[in-house]
């Protein structure tokens, strides 16, 4: 992984996985992950590139469906027999021993996950969606999510579902209902709205490999309550989400199908079987100070990052596309020459890796101490002849701006210029311009 990992919105997969992944577990552990650390998750303490960019990893409470097969206390995958999996964060595939091992999984269940019989996932399923024939595996088993194998006569394709609980504070589940940035995220098509219960949905639809748009169709809708359950659901045109031949052209159930199943009555009263989250532990103290929290670094708040960078891009560019929110902000600009993608983090308390991130490479340290570093790479989404150019800059006291520009409008593409729009000398001034450390944090 990438030093500059940082900059990808599909990073935000470790921190925006919602309530389904945190109550998983502490599974993700960070610490010991070098790549992770200087790509500025530092420490399980970054919520980077938020919300909307995390379509492909946060906004999928089902990934877990193609990386692993074992989910939130049951196995979701159709290949294998389980008659109650144990529970685990995605792996790169799904362990014999817990989806066949026989042993009671409540010893392995952790606090806030719900023990909901599969078979009654399954009928509610089958009971809202178009007539059809299904085949699951383990309906005698129990957990919080399910996925079996539909056919409505015109071709086999897998479809699961889980339920869960948002998480806590106001903004709980919201990154899970807003559509992604097609600049980040390709799809064909992405809806938001509310139910006449007031609650809120998206549907989306897109691809398992966003960079590969021949390959399987993933469509999905997230239904958010009002209460704060999470009810996701999603279909592909294959009977498997990967390695697995693609069946029809595209998924069996419609957008309108889709929120209609999402919406459904009857999953409120497997919904109520899910228990309240655990209570987070507190974290221990530094350096011999037993009972001192340590304090997590101030973050941007509010639209100062996006509203920052369209000032201060150069004259003669216009803007096209543009997001973000937070410590993240991109824009896809075109002078006309070609659209080139430009996006910031703006990060505070991250001197911790300082000398992980500018070790090595062309760095130069400021009069005032800053330090920057400036990178021209290769693109690394897949888009024929893309350039990666960035200029990453931070303070003594760890504050950190990084700005990073490419040949392309979105990086899973093709490049459509020979170097980005913006300059080298053009990205640093960016970075280091003092209005980013004027912006509210808290």
Known sequence: M????????????????????????????????????????????????????????????????????????????????????????????????????????????????????????????????????????????????????????????????????????????????????????????????????????????????????????????????????????????????????????????TATQLEELVSAAAWRPLLKQIPPLPTAPAQPGKLGRPGKVREAPPQIVGDGVPATLRALLPKGLTVVDKGGEGEFAFAVVDDGKGKSLVQVNVQYGMGDVAGQLYGSGDVTTLPDGRRVKLTRQPGEKGGEGVVWWSADTMRKDGFRVVVSAFNTGAQHEAATRAEPALTMEQLKAIALDPRWAKLPAK
């Open 2 to 253: 990438s030093q500059h990992e940082h900059h990808d919105p599909e990073a935000g997969f470790a921190d925006e996985l919602g309530s389904a992944l945190r109550t998983t577990g502490e599974s993700f552990g960070l610490d010991g992950r070098p790549g992770l650390v200087s790509g500025g998750l530092a420490r399980g303490r970054r919520r980077l590139l938020r919300r909307r960019l995390a379509v492909t990893g946060g906004a999928l409470a089902l990934a877990a469906i193609g990386a692993g097969g074992v989910y939130a206390g049951s196995a979701v995958s159709p290949a294998g027999p389980s008659d109650r999996a144990t529970v685990a964060a995605p792996k790169p595939s799904a362990s014999p021993a817990a989806e066949s091992s026989g042993e009671p999984a409540s010893d392995s269940l952790k606090p806030g996950m719900a023990e909901i019989p599969l078979s009654e996932i399954a009928d509610v399923l089958k009971a809202n969606a178009p007539a059809g024939q299904w085949r699951f595996d383990g309906l005698d088993g129990t957990g919080q999510g399910l996925s079996g194998v539909y056919d409505d006569g015109g071709g086999e394709a897998a479809v699961g579902v889980f339920l869960s609980r948002a998480g806590r504070g106001p903004d709980a589940g919201l990154d899970m209902v807003t559509c992604p940035e097609k600049a980040y995220v390709p799809h064909d098509r992405c809806v938001e709205g509310r139910t006449p219960d007031g609650s809120r949905v998206m549907v989306f639809q897109g691809y398992v490999y966003p960079d590969k748009r021949e390959e399987t169709k993933n469509w999905r809708a997230v239904l958010l309550t009002k209460d704060g359950f999470l009810i996701d659901v999603s279909e592909y045109n294959a009977p498997a989400e990967k390695d697995a031949a693609i069946s029809r052209e595209d998924p069996p159930l």
